[in-house]
Nanobody, 122 residues
Framework: QVQLVESGGGLVQPGGSLRLSCAAS????????MGWYRQGPGKQRELVAR???????VYADSAKGRFTISRDNAKNTVYLQMNSLKFEDTGVYYC????????????????WGQGTQVTVSS
């Protein structure tokens, strides 16, 4: 069984910063892409940033220039550094791993964390 656990959310004023972390646990051999998604109030879940196994990154237009995604493959952890936060960044942030291979050779597709709340408010 593979689990993703997010942390680092909270309440921050506009212009502030937060760093989210997502740690994958279980008997993990490899993880392909890991990413962060956001679901704002009354909105659908949307991609914020995604990091491929090779180190490439993709960002939503709203995140470019303000957010940075990074990975520590040795720790099976992905981070999201969020700077210059805006009201519209408010939402539940979910971590996703698109393909996880366990040490036993089992493949887990589309694994999600439980989410962490980010609230940008003055």
């Amino acid at each position: 069984q593979v689990q993703l656990v997010e942390s680092g959310g909270g309440l921050v004023q506009p212009g502030g910063s937060l760093r989210l972390s997502c740690a994958a646990s279980g008997s993990i051999f490899s993880i392909n892409a890991m990413g962060w998604y956001r679901q704002g109030p009354g909105k659908q879940r949307e991609l914020v940033a995604r990091s491929t196994a090779g180190g490439g990154a993709v960002y939503a237009d709203s995140a470019k220039g303000r957010f940075t995604i990074s990975r520590d493959n040795a720790k099976n952890t992905v981070y999201l550094q969020m700077n210059s936060l805006k009201f519209e960044d408010t939402g539940v942030y979910y971590c996703n791993a698109d393909r996880v291979v366990s040490i036993g050779g089992r493949t887990y597709f589309d694994t999600w964390g439980q989410g962490t709340q980010v609230t940008v408010s003055s």
